[in-house]
């Protein structure tokens, strides 16, 4: 079953991850929350076969093996037309580091921007959630 809303968000931090999920959900968007790059990149694997993952948030530095950027590449293999938003308050990837059309945000952000940016995302890619 399809769930046109679903965004996969990869952060470690609990308070960061609570205050975008509530920004998300508040939107109408239905959240998974994984604290780290190798729980995500199952999560994806196993969404492939039964829903669909709209978008995916992640911190460019998270534990599990792969950070951020290396995240959004296996991300956009698997799924190519999935919406990657990348936040960080250090790590600056060069563009060459990052799939086609992802999106580097710079922290601190408000939870607001976030929304904002990944709309953006999602229209870019003709993905506007329903």
Do not use: C
């Amino acid at each position: 079953m399809s769930r046109p809303n679903l965004v996969l968000l990869v952060e470690n931090q609990p308070l960061i991850r609570m205050a975008i999920v509530e920004a998300l959900e508040t939107k109408g968007f239905e959240v998974i929350e994984i604290p780290d790059a190798s729980d995500a990149l199952a999560s994806i694997e196993r969404a492939a076969a039964s829903t669909s993952t709209r978008a995916i948030l992640t911190d460019i530095e998270v534990p599990g093996g792969l950070n951020g950027s290396e995240l959004s590449w296996q991300v956009h293999q698997r799924s190519p037309g999935t919406a990657v938003l990348l936040v960080s308050a250090a790590t600056r990837p060069a563009p060459t580091d990052l799939p086609p059309k992802a999106t580097v945000l710079p922290m601190p952000t408000t939870p607001e921007e976030l929304v904002d940016s990944l709309y953006a995302a999602l229209s870019e890619l003709g993905l506007l959630p329903r």
